[in-house]
């Protein structure tokens, strides 16, 4: 597609449910990241693909949260037992990774998550 | 640990005045982004930078990096209204991929 694109929208769930949230990138994009931003504040670093692997999953939170990449596209974001904490905006992004090339990071829409 | 720091983190200015937003980080780094929000809306990227002395132009602002000072800045023309958002900072470090962003600075441009 044209842009990053994400799913859905908005989520609203109640405290102890399953969440998954989906991230369809830019095509031809390898590398791919999920941050979570609460009200007021930036964007906090969750995971990052490069093609189907997991090149770094130092921010997930807890063991609650997983997410894949099966086929090196399409990614979802995996919430277990989901916490009123855990409500904030799931944003997407993928890129063309070359550090020679500038490989900026371009963002999807972003999924609400309400935990009531 | 990364840490980025923006100021100010508010900023309110009139039409037609100039004014410059920094970007202070703590490790080493020769990849600095810039990214306006819109209220609601997501992360839409301005400038990046990729080396020290990098200085990007685009319209009213103009962003520049000094990997020495580990300082970043974005400066502000003759504001209008059409700028007010927030903008952040996002370092990203030598040896990984990952981008550590700041706190944003909300800007209000004011008639």
């Known amino acids: 597609g044209a842009g990053v694109s994400q799913t859905p929208s908005n989520k609203v769930t109640e405290k102890g449910k399953y969440v998954e949230l989906r991230c369809d990138p830019i095509?031809?994009?390898?590398?791919l990241y999920w941050y979570r931003q609460s009200l007021g504040q930036g964007p906090e670093f969750l995971i990052y693909?490069?093609?189907?692997?997991?090149?770094?999953d130092s921010g997930l939170p807890n063991d609650r949260f997983f997410a894949v990449r099966p086929e090196g596209s399409v990614s979802t974001l995996k919430i277990q037992r989901t916490e009123r904490g855990d409500s904030a905006v799931y944003l997407c992004?993928?890129?063309?990774?070359?550090?020679?090339?500038?490989?900026?990071?371009?963002f999807g829409e972003g999924s609400r998550l309400t935990v009531l | 640990e990364l840490k980025v720091e923006q100021n100010p983190l508010f900023l309110s200015m009139q039409e037609g005045k100039n004014y410059t937003i920094y970007c202070n980080y703590s490790?080493?780094?020769?990849?600095l982004y810039w990214y306006r929000q819109d209220p609601g809306k997501s992360l839409e990227s301005l400038f990046v930078?990729?080396?020290?002395?990098a200085v990007k132009q685009e319209g009213r602002l103009m962003a520049s990096l000094d990997t020495k000072a580990r300082l970043s800045t974005l400066h502000i023309t003759a504001a209008v209204h059409d700028l007010s958002a927030t903008y952040f900072c996002?370092?990203?470090?030598?040896?990984?991929?990952?981008?550590?962003f700041g706190e944003g600075t909300q800007l209000t441009v004011n008639p």
């Open positions: 490790t080493t780094s020769d990849r």
């Open positions: 095509s031809g994009h390898t590398a």
């Open positions: 930078l990729l080396s020290n002395g």
């Open positions: 996002a370092v990203q470090e030598t040896s990984g991929s990952r981008l550590t």
């Open positions: 992004a993928s890129s063309d990774y070359n550090r020679g090339l500038g490989g900026e990071l371009f």
């Open positions: 693909f490069q093609g189907t692997g997991a090149a770094d």
